[in-house]
T-cell receptor, first 116, second 108 residues
Framework: NAGVTQTPKFRILKIGQSMTLQCTQD?????MYWYRQDPGMGLKLIYY???????DKGEVPNGYNVSRSTTEDFPLRLELAAPSQTSVYFC???????????????FGSGTQLSVL | KNEVEQSPQNLTAQEGEFITINCSYS?????LHWLQQHPGGGIVSLFM???GKKKHGRLIATINIQEKHSSLHITASHPRDSAVYIC??????????FGTGTRLQVFP
């Protein structure tokens, strides 16, 4: 099992450009999440999905879009990149609700994005 | 506002020392997670707690529901334990609220 695979690892964008961060998991997990991590701050939830075809906003969804056409894939789209989107992005997955007994989150390796 | 507070922010220790990292939250929660972020940035889940205590190797996590507090203990600390330890809680939703982390450095 590869776990959660996230690409790219690094990216520099110019203001106004668009890009897609890819996330794939091979654990047949139902729940998938996108977080951003800013220096000195806790991880913030951008979007999440509880299954194919179902997505919902997290705490900081503005400027982002997601889709979940398959169980495995959960790409994050940045439209019209802005300097405020400079951050480290993490994709994560879990088999079920993170409140379930012994449930764990599995994280991708992260994407460091700079918008200049 | 539902928040998560961790203390200390930074912690240094000598190899072999007993480590305690604290996490406090504001109201009743459904679940609490402890995670470890390696110096290279990768994040792994350590524990999920809703009550009591869990142990895995040299790591022990406890939660006191009445005091709205959880602790992560590391026994016989080792330089490879150096990392950022993150507490995250689920209030009455299926979304986690994350603390800012405790940076631990263990010196030989």
């Amino acid at each position: 099992n590869a776990g959660v695979t996230q690409t790219p690892k690094f990216r520099i964008l110019k203001i106004g450009q668009s890009m897609t961060l890819q996330c794939t998991q091979d654990m047949n997990h139902n729940y998938m999440y996108w977080y951003r991590q800013d220096p000195g701050m806790g991880l913030k939830l951008i979007y999440y999905s509880v299954g194919a075809g179902i997505t919902d906003k997290g705490e900081v969804p503005n400027g982002y879009n997601v889709s979940r056409s398959t169980t495995e894939d959960f790409p994050l789209r940045l439209e019209l990149a802005a300097p405020s989107q400079t951050s480290v992005y993490f994709c994560a997955s879990s088999y079920s609700d993170i409140r379930a007994t012994n449930e764990k989150l599995f994280f991708g390796s992260g994407t460091q994005l700079s918008v200049l | 506002k539902n928040e998560v507070e961790q203390s200390p922010q930074n912690l240094t220790a000598q190899e072999g020392e007993f480590i305690t990292i604290n996490c406090s939250y504001s109201v009743g929660i459904s679940a609490l997670h402890w995670l470890q972020q390696h110096p290279g940035g990768g994040i792994v889940s350590l524990f999920m707690l809703s009550s009591g205590k869990k142990k895995h190797g040299r790591l022990i996590a406890t939660i006191n529901i009445q005091e709205k507090h959880s602790s992560l203990h590391i026994t016989a600390s080792h330089p490879r334990d150096s990392a950022v330890y993150i507490c995250a809680v689920a209030y009455n939703t299926d979304k986690l609220i994350f603390g800012t982390g405790t940076r631990l450095q263990v010196f030989p």
